[in-house]
């Protein structure tokens, strides 16, 4: 059976949701980001790009390439209730979709054209999402996942396209090889220097040399950039680690301060362990200078999910990894190497009345938010806190990062 996939994406979902809260923000410049120097654009509105701002730049360069630019700091949580209301329109419509990010979805709709035109049942999805929750929403619609994606890139802003099967090659021809997924800076850059332009010379390069060029990937860019891609709709997403990580304003070189947030960090990301039932066997600490060089180190650990054996062990790496003395200005730690299950009791360490200290903790985190509980060595770690539970299936919300 011929295949068919549907791409959706909200068209710059942090300004259209910040458009919908305030209707005075529309047709107006506007950047949600990280609002200080240090800060990140998020997103940007299409008033901004012809300035030559884009998400990703620093928010001190989008402000001087549009001082008259509005900037908002933007709310995760509200993000998360619109995406929401979004996803369980689409769950509700088509039998198989993946949540790819906060404001990306495939759906699976092969077989479908044997009731209703698969284009015709895709436009009605768009105009009831956009109706039901005042989103602009575009879509692509091709046989595999990499072809959908790039035609909702063409179709945008709020609007559809259709590559008819068979013509995915010459739709993809003419446009830049910065447009295939998977094509970054540096590879771009790469292929340029290779005097490489457009798709369509990728596409009568032989696989050998592309393979040779970049490796791997090379061979994997090529299929995308001949429309060939096999990737399934993965309707459920199984996090295989979790991290957090906090930019500061100021660069510091408060060892204090840093511990406390390291502590607040662990504590968090351990409490999200366990809401999720998972254990990590794995830790690392990443740290940051301020003349931008990064370290990170990590170490394999019994399977756990409990503060007392987690922040010591974060504390001991960061001991060993900051050894440069130097001004920081990024800290961060990843649990990685989940499995499911519980915190195992230790016979001889563990007391009853310290597990039933932590139950008591996370009912109280569950019921009053994750900042309602904290230890008083972490009290001075602003917005550290998630507002969802990140194994409930969904993928991580990208947002800029938040300063501390």
């Not at 030559?52 to 001082?67: F, T, V, Y």
């Not at 979709?97 to 979805?105: P, R």
């Not at 035609?151 to 008819?164: F, G, R």
């Amino acid at each position: 059976m011929q295949k068919t996939i549907l791409h959706l994406d909200l068209d710059t979902f942090f300004v259209s949701v910040e458009r919908l809260i305030n209707s005075e923000l529309q047709n107006k410049p506007l950047l949600v980001g990280g609002t200080s120097d240090r800060g990140v654009v998020a997103a940007c509105s299409y008033e901004t790009r012809g300035f030559g701002i884009h998400s990703g730049m620093p928010m001190k360069m989008a402000r001087e390439l549009c001082p008259e630019a509005v900037v908002i700091r933007g709310n995760a949580g509200t993000y998360s209730k619109h995406s929401d209301l979004v996803t369980e329109i689409i769950k509700e419509q088509v039998p198989v979709f993946e949540k790819s990010s906060i404001d990306e979805f495939y759906a699976d709709l092969s077989g479908m054209d044997r009731f209703f035109g698969c284009y015709h049942y895709a436009t009605e999805l768009r105009k009831m999402i956009i109706k039901e929750t005042g989103l602009p929403i575009s879509f692509g619609l091709s046989v595999n996942k990499v072809v959908s994606k790039v035609a909702t890139n063409e179709a945008k802003p709020n609007n559809q396209l259709k590559v008819d099967f068979g013509y995915e090659k010459p739709f993809l021809a003419p446009l830049s090889i910065k447009k295939i997924p998977m094509v970054g800076d540096k590879t771009y850059q790469t292929l340029r220097n290779l005097g490489l332009r457009k798709v369509k010379t990728v596409q009568e390069m032989p696989v050998d040399l592309m393979r040779r060029v970049l490796g791997a990937n090379g061979a994997v860019i090529w299929k995308r950039a001949n429309g060939v891609d096999n990737s399934p709709v993965i309707p459920f997403c199984d996090r295989k680690s979790i991290s957090t990580e906090r930019t500061f304003d100021r660069d510091t070189i408060d060892v204090s301060k840093l511990k406390g947030i390291l502590i607040a960090m662990t504590e968090n990301l351990a409490y999200q362990l366990r809401r999720g039932e998972k254990l990590t066997a794995c830790i690392a600490v990443k740290i940051r200078y301020s003349d931008f060089n990064t370290y990170s180190k990590q170490v394999r650990i019994p399977y756990t999910s409990a503060d007392h054996i987690l922040i010591p062990k974060i504390l001991e790496l960061f001991r060993v990894l900051y050894n440069r003395r130097l001004l920081v200005r990024l800290i961060g730690i990843r649990f990685s190497h989940l499995v499911p299950g519980n915190y195992q009791i230790n016979l001889f360490e563990d007391t009853e009345e310290a597990l039933n200290l932590y139950a008591a903790m996370d009912n109280i985190r569950e019921r009053f938010g994750d900042k309602s509980v904290l230890r008083a060595s972490g009290l001075g770690a602003k917005t550290i806190g998630r507002m969802h539970n990140p194994f409930n299936g969904q993928p991580p919300i990208v947002l800029a990062h938040r300063k501390q």
